[in-house]
């Protein structure tokens, strides 16, 4: 399904394994590198980030975003194959236009269980840890914190209309991927533990996160 020797552009939504995923190919990893939320710190022979919030105005977006895209040529021409992954919900046009000039594939990486995903989303949202194990804890649920994750995972099928619309990505689904076994394209080496974040933290407002749900037309995500 996967060239191992071919750059490929994984889309997606957040809490759908796309880390991981990314880390258990054979290409060189440029992680979320369009992504201005996250800052790079260097990039030479070895690109590194930081996760810390960070974002640019509309006045330097789309410079900063051309600073990327240099970035992923060097890459090309050091490290290809290479990865990159980009939420959908993030695609723009200056996106798009970039990714038509360039010979890559793509895959849009989704997960099936819609309620699994919330519930990493808020968690992961609220303890802000997107790349580390969650350990046993205990939080609230803020409702700031629920409008912005079900805003994000409302648009998700919309923003894959968009990446239809313009490539021609093959579908992988994040469950399928827990049994696969090493292959010639994926590699999990890590050993990497499925726990959902939902079996390890406590949600303090429980009952009221479920109303949340159930009034926003989502009783089947209900924990």
């Known amino acids: 399904m996967i060239d191992p020797n071919k750059s490929i552009v994984i889309f997606s939504h957040p809490r759908s394994g796309s880390t991981w995923f990314q880390n258990s190919l054979n290409q060189y990893s440029l992680g979320e590198l369009f992504n201005l939320n996250i800052k790079v710190l260097s990039y030479d022979k070895d690109i590194h980030f930081s996760f810390e919030k ?3 105005d509309l006045d330097t977006a789309e410079v900063e975003l051309q600073k990327r895209f240099d970035i992923f040529n060097h890459f090309i021409s050091i490290k290809n ?7 959908t919900t993030l695609l723009n046009q200056q996106m798009i236009n970039f990714l038509k000039t360039k010979d ?3 895959i849009i990486l989704d997960r099936i269980s819609k309620s699994d995903t919330f519930w990493s989303f808020i968690i992961g949202w609220n303890l802000n840890s997107w790349h580390n194990e969650i350990l046993p804890q205990s939080i609230t649920v803020t ?3 629920f409008e912005k994750v079900m805003k994000v995972m409302s648009n998700f099928n919309e923003s894959l209309e968009i990446v239809t619309d313009n490539f021609l990505p093959n579908t992988i689904h ?6 696969m076994k090493n292959n010639e394209w994926f590699n999990s080496t890590d050993l990497y533990k499925v726990v959902n974040g939902k079996s390890v933290v406590s949600v ?3 009952d009221e996160v479920n109303s949340w749900l159930t009034n ?3 009783k089947q995500w209900i924990m």
């Open 54 to 56: 960070h974002g640019y």
């Open 143 to 145: 409702p700031h914190s």
């Open 81 to 87: 194959p290479v990865s990159v992954k980009i939420h």
């Open 174 to 179: 994040y469950e399928d991927l827990i049994s």
């Open 104 to 106: 890559l594939q793509y």
């Open 216 to 218: 926003a037309g989502y």
């Open 204 to 206: 303090l407002n429980l």
